[in-house]
């Protein structure tokens, strides 16, 4: 089996700072997704890429940044923090299509003071 | 446009006891439909999945749902819950294009002894 690993588990920011999260996928999958979690709000897709290299905007990308310069790593940055935000930030690959399973990992925590 | 509606945001009932999770869902044609379960500090993991068929979709740990198309419904459900199902579950369903999924917003469930 493969795992998704999401860094750092924990990301703690000051109000105006860039901030970047990264993840790494075993599975070979082509498929990768940034969803981004607030409470009450279920998932929401902030960017997905369909391949090495391809970006494809969510509904929230605004205010974000991604990067997907390797098949096994899609990294995500924020910005310009905004101050009291917390969410957590959830990674998720899939071997094509959102029409097959997700595998996730366990997300970073973002806090902005 | 595909939307997913968890209408009640938490559910509490006691180990043993039945459950039923319920999903309502927007879309044109016939959909895939996803249960997926997040435990805590966890990223989501997949329970069950329709795609056509039997309405009747078993998953993991006993869970099972219910496809109906008239209803336009997903309903979750377990004959009998253990205190180790106290999670977040969302239902999900794919765009038409297939490259993203749309989440509901989640429903917390907690199982008490």
């Known amino acids: 089996g493969g795992i998704i690993t999401q860094t750092p588990k924990f990301l703690i920011g000051q109000e105006g700072q860039k901030l970047t999260l990264k993840c790494q996928q075993n599975?070979?999958?082509?498929?990768m997704y940034w969803y981004r979690q607030d409470s009450g709000k279920g998932l929401r897709l902030i960017y997905y890429?369909?391949?090495?290299?391809?970006?494809q905007k969510g509904d929230l990308s605004e205010g974000y940044d991604a990067s997907r310069e390797k098949k096994s790593s899609f990294s995500l940055t924020v910005t310009s923090a905004q101050k009291n935000e917390m969410a957590v930030f959830l990674c998720?690959?899939?071997?094509?299509?959102?029409?097959?399973?997700?595998?996730f990992g366990s997300g970073t925590r973002l806090t902005v003071l | 446009a595909q939307s997913v509606t968890q209408p009640d945001a938490r559910v509490t009932v006691s180990e043993g006891a039945s459950l039923q999770l319920r999903c309502k869902y927007s879309?044109?044609?016939?959909?895939?439909l996803f249960w997926y379960v997040q435990y805590p500090r966890q990223g989501l993991q997949l329970l069950l999945k329709?795609?056509?068929?039997?309405?009747v979709v078993q998953g993991v740990n006993s869970f099972e749902a219910e496809f109906s198309k008239s209803n336009s419904s997903f309903h979750l459900q377990k004959a009998s819950v253990h205190w180790s199902d106290s999670a977040v579950y969302f239902c999900?369903?794919?765009?038409?294009?297939?490259?993203?999924?749309?989440f509901g917003q989640g429903t917390i469930l907690k199982v008490y002894l």
């Open positions: 998720a690959s899939s071997i094509q299509t959102s029409a097959e399973t997700l595998y």
């Open positions: 599975f070979n999958h082509d498929t």
């Open positions: 890429s369909i391949t090495e290299n391809d970006l």
């Open positions: 879309y044109s044609a016939t959909p895939y």
């Open positions: 329709y795609y056509s068929g039997d309405p």
């Open positions: 999900a369903l794919p765009t038409s294009s297939g490259q993203k999924l749309v």
